[in-house]
């Protein structure tokens, strides 16, 4: 079943065919493949980027700011390239690019627990024990995947607790996880070189056929061997690349900011090209029980230069109209400041952006109340609703009905598109 | 004077300190506290074989209906593999093999069973397991909610081998403050943002003890079984008096329970009520006490036969009937013969709940010690045998076992709760990292899944993978680069301490070319030896 000499073959195979790419195509622009190059434009299959803020972003001290109330806290309120848009004055660089991208004010969830509701906004379903729901970069590479790609689908960047899960899907269409994107390739290459990875290799075929003796049916159905070619194949493919920034000049590396953060819509941006449709980058660190103001101000200084550097590369590189970029978190935090000058969790009015992939731009959704007593929002929008617009600008027909595995049939999304963002 | 005799203490601290140090190091380091005990000596009574010949009398009439053959028994290196994974989720060390060699008698798997079931990994690794299927892996609520201390406790059960059935009553009327009393996190698990969620209290208790899911009958009837949503109701209003407060979970025997009706959106009291069997209701109790006496009655066949396809689950790696919780309704024995989940349960029920006891007779049992290899080679057919349990089930390891034979591994003596500090530490942490990055099951473990890519990348380029199967002075590898023996000698120990079983000719011949065309390359042959091994199906598989 397995031909030792076809495995190593093929490494050898691949390093020449590498050799050969490298240097034909290095003078071409960095990271950029040729077939991702190609197509520009609406017409280019659509990728998903989610800026996931983890611990909820206080809506206040981002795109909801209410300035000089008694909620408003300190923080002022700045213009943006959208049109009768103004947010927080902590993000005068993403303030210019917002031109053509949306926010919605009124987000609601009913989970108001960070693992809950983590859980809720990342799937769109709410958590119940018999049921693992899968996240919306899961759906997406379930409908809709690139056969092209010998690198993950579905990627999720910077720590974090509860990155996107495939659920009842699957674990295969789990994010991929790169903790410290484009500084540490991690597991993707062999921890030996050419010649004794051969051998280990060779070693490992011998040791297989003695399992297959007697099994060779069930030893075949574990795909045993076949995850461990893909993921062979996976580490000597050009397309890791993507995954390294350091050929990007440093000006760029500078603009979207030294954190694992800024790296990683860095490293969201390659993908995009590369052609991975469903991409996650994590933001920890917005759970401002105490010092509110402080940590937002910190949190600011690593989002506004990744996430503007990320729209404006993706407009110059004609990529926003076929990437649907979304900044959200699990919940947003309390008008009332609280003694420790503090927000805590609220799940009714919080704010996200949300643009590109064709999606309706220079929209604004939703209102909440200045004085912070009325808790419901005008124009409440669940995130099924978002989901279901997303999948639906994506071909993909989020009425469709999957079976879970105790056979309940399930939409993948059970919300309504948001006509606005239509 | 005064003056120096302070600078007397401070010159005096420094050795303090390294004294200090010392010792400590020495205290971490420090192996046995108490000596793993030995194997019994005899095995059980009578009664206990009579259920193992049930078992098997059970089996063999089915194939020889369906004209099966089983596969032949296995030999006893992999039963000991099965073993070790089932009851420790690890692979035996190489001092175990050892110890088991030298055992004699017939019944030497037997006693060996015992001497694993005595062990505290077994107390550890299956109160995580059985913790997964009460309260899941979630951190839960902040202060009222302590996982670790409700494992502690279950532990401590098992250790102590609690009979099952008090278990389930304690976890479900339990009362006191979840640190003090730690059963009691059964109830505050179920907690979000200070309130308490009784529905998923009744779902988690009826999925747990009786093997049914009855949580989509939360908000309709059950779309294929007898459930209605009025049971669920009745079995809700059970926990409706329990309270969580200050000194704990208590009940309060003001509290009614009250849903939202889902059309006229009005409230209205439901009163407790039971969906089969109030005959098993006691007169006296709280609530959640009549609960647990209905759940545990020993007419209630639903509680022994979700326990038996639990346990059965975990010693296979996959439960008799799947998916472990969804029970079809036990059948009236006066009209059918008892299938395996009802001898099984007899036997538990007629023994006090003894769990080691239903473990022993099912690793006595001849399903357990079939060969996974077979003759025969037609797809259809291969699958009737697997699923007529003709044929030991090939079943992938959950991440905690990857890692715990990997670390098992890369040592030659056990790793144990008499292992040092360092050794214990190192095994904690490991564990922790590995299965967060493998990808945790949660409590969906006894579910089939798929391997996947970052798994396959994680054994062959991951840290762990690489720290283990690096050369050095403390690990496997290194030792057994080093060690004075035959080249033979040195792949049989590499096969033994990661497959559990010696090499074929065919390997040994391959391996051996290796080492005798470089001869002062020991280590790195080594390693790359025990690469291919960590890598092999083999050692991902239980087979």
């Given at each position: 079943m397995i031909d030792s000499t076809f495995l190593s073959s093929k490494i050898n195979r691949r390093d020449l065919c590498k050799v050969a790419l490298g240097g034909s195509l290095s003078f071409m622009l960095p990271g950029f493949d040729l077939k991702a190059a190609q197509k520009r434009g609406p017409e280019r299959k659509k990728s998903v980027i989610i800026l996931w803020m983890g611990g909820g972003p206080s809506q206040l001290e981002t795109w909801d700011p209410h300035p000089?109330?008694?909620?408003?806290?300190p923080g002022k309120a700045m213009k943006t390239a959208l049109p009768g848009l103004q947010i927080s004055d902590m993000y005068p660089l993403l303030a210019e690019q917002l031109e053509s991208m949306s926010v919605i004010r009124s987000m609601v969830s009913k989970e108001g627990d960070h693992e809950r509701g983590t859980k809720y906004l990342k799937t769109g379903y709410r958590p119940e024990p018999t049921t693992v729901y899968p996240a919306l970069g899961a759906i997406i590479t379930h409908e809709a995947p690139n056969s092209d790609l010998e690198i993950p689908q579905h990627i999720s960047m910077g720590n974090?607790?509860?990155?996107a899960r495939g659920g009842y899907l699957g674990g295969h269409l789990d994010a991929f996880r790169i903790n410290d994107p484009g500084k540490n390739i991690g597991n993707m290459r062999a921890s030996v070189k050419s010649p004794r990875q051969n051998r280990r290799l060779d070693n490992l075929s011998v040791v297989s056929q003695t399992f297959q003796k007697g099994r060779a049916i069930q030893a075949q159905k574990t795909l045993h061997q076949s995850t461990i070619d893909r993921a062979l194949t996976m580490m000597s493919s050009e397309q890791l690349n993507a995954l390294e920034i350091d050929k990007e000049p440093e000006s760029v590396r500078k603009a979207y900011g030294d954190s694992p953060f800024g790296r990683g819509c860095l490293v969201a941006r390659r993908l995009v090209e590369q052609g991975v449709h469903s991409i996650e980058v994590n933001l920890n660190g917005w759970d401002s029980h105490a010092n509110n103001f402080n940590g937002h101000i910190t949190q600011s200084k690593l989002l506004d230069p990744a996430f503007s550097s990320l729209l404006k590369d993706l407009k110059s590189r004609d990529l926003l109209d076929s990437t649907i970029v979304l900044c959200i978190g699990e919940f947003g935090r309390t008008p009332k400041i609280n003694g420790l000058d503090g927000r805590d969790h609220w799940p009714t009015g919080f704010s996200c952006i949300v643009g590109g992939g064709g999606l309706k731009g220079n929209v604004i959704i939703g209102e909440t109340d200045p004085t912070g007593k009325e808790k419901k929002p005008k124009d409440p929008v669940e995130i099924q609703d978002l989901y279901a617009t997303i999948l639906q600008k994506l071909n993909i027909d989020y009425t469709k009905e999957l079976i879970s595995p105790i056979g309940r049939p399930l939409k993948l999304s059970e919300g309504t598109p948001i006509q606005k963002l239509i | 004077m005064k003056l120096n005799s302070h600078n007397w203490k401070l010159a005096c601290l420094p050795f303090g300190v390294v004294a200090l140090v010392i010792s400590l190091v020495a205290w971490a380091s420090s192996s046995p506290i108490n000596i793993s005990s030995k194997a019994p000596l005899t095995a059980e009574g009578k009664s206990f074989s009579q259920t193992v010949m049930q078992v098997d009398r059970f089996f063999e009439k089915q194939w020889s209906e369906n004209e099966i053959t089983p596969a032949r028994i296995s030999n006893d290196h992999l039963l000991l593999r099965r073993l070790s994974l089932a009851l420790h989720g690890t692979i035996p060390s190489l001092e175990e093999i050892r110890e088991f060699d030298s055992m004699q008698g017939e019944d030497r798997l037997e006693r060996w069973t015992q001497k694993l079931l005595a062990d505290r990994r077994f107390a550890d690794y299956f109160s995580e397991r059985l913790a997964r299927a009460y309260v899941g892996v979630s951190g839960g609520q902040f202060i009222i909610y302590r996982r670790d201390r409700f494992k502690a406790w279950l532990s401590e059960q098992l250790q102590a081998n609690t009979p099952y059935n008090e278990l389930a009553r304690e976890l479900i009327a339990g009362e006191g403050l979840w640190t003090g009393d730690p059963q009691t996190n059964y109830i505050t698990a179920a907690s979000t943002e200070g309130n308490l969620d009784r529905n998923k209290l009744t779902g988690n208790t009826v999925r747990a003890?009786?093997?049914?899911?009855?949580?989509?009958?939360?908000?309709?009837?059950h779309p294929f079984d007898h459930w209605k949503q009025s049971d669920f109701e009745g079995l809700t209003a059970y926990y409706g008096q329990v309270e969580i407060q200050v000194f704990g979970v208590r009940q309060n025997e003001e509290l009614k329970y009250e849903v939202e009706d889902r059309d006229t959106l009005e409230k209205r009291t439901v009163s407790p009520q039971v969906p089969f069997l109030p005959e098993c209701l006691p007169e006296e109790g709280t609530l959640r006490e009549k609960l647990a006496a209905w759940v545990t009655h020993p007419k209630n066949r639903r509680f022994e036969r979700a326990s038996a396809n639990r346990i059965w689950g975990l010693l296979f790696g996959v439960p008799y009937i799947a998916p472990v919780d969804d029970l079809p309704a036990p059948t009236d024995l006066s009209q059918s013969e008892p299938d395996l989940l009802d001898i099984l349960g007899d036997d538990f029920r007629k023994n006090g709940y003894d769990i080691k006891r239903m473990i022993q007779i099912i690793v006595a049992s001849k399903q357990f010690r079939l060969s996974s290899t077979s003759e025969n080679n037609e797809p259809e057919q291969i699958e009737r045998d697997t699923d007529a349990w003709a044929l030991f089930p090939l079943v992938r390891l959950r991440p905690e076992q990857v890692i715990g034979s990997m670390l098992q591994s890369s040592s030659l003596k056990t790793i144990d709760q008499n292992s040092n500090l360092f050794m214990r530490g190192r095994r904690y942490f490991s564990e922790l990292d590995f299965v967060s990055a493998y990808g945790d099951l949660g409590s969906e473990e006894l579910n089939d899944f798929p391997g996947t890519i970052p798994q396959a990348l994680l054994r062959m380029n991951g840290k762990f993978a690489k720290d283990n199967g690096s050369a050095s002075p403390l690990n496997s590898v290194g030792r057994i680069a080093q060690l004075n023996i035959s080249d033979e000698k040195r792949i049989e120990t590499c096969f033994l301490v990661c497959l559990t079983r010696l090499p074929t000719e065919l390997e040994s011949e391959h391996f051996l070319k290796q080492y005798q065309a470089e001869p002062n390359q020991s280590a790195k042959i080594t390693e790359d030896l025990f690469w291919s091994l960590y890598n092999s199906p083999e050692f991902s598989w239980n087979h």
């Open positions: 000089g109330t008694k909620i408003g806290g974090i607790q509860q990155p | 003890f009786l093997g049914q899911r009855i949580d989509c009958a939360q908000c309709h009837d």
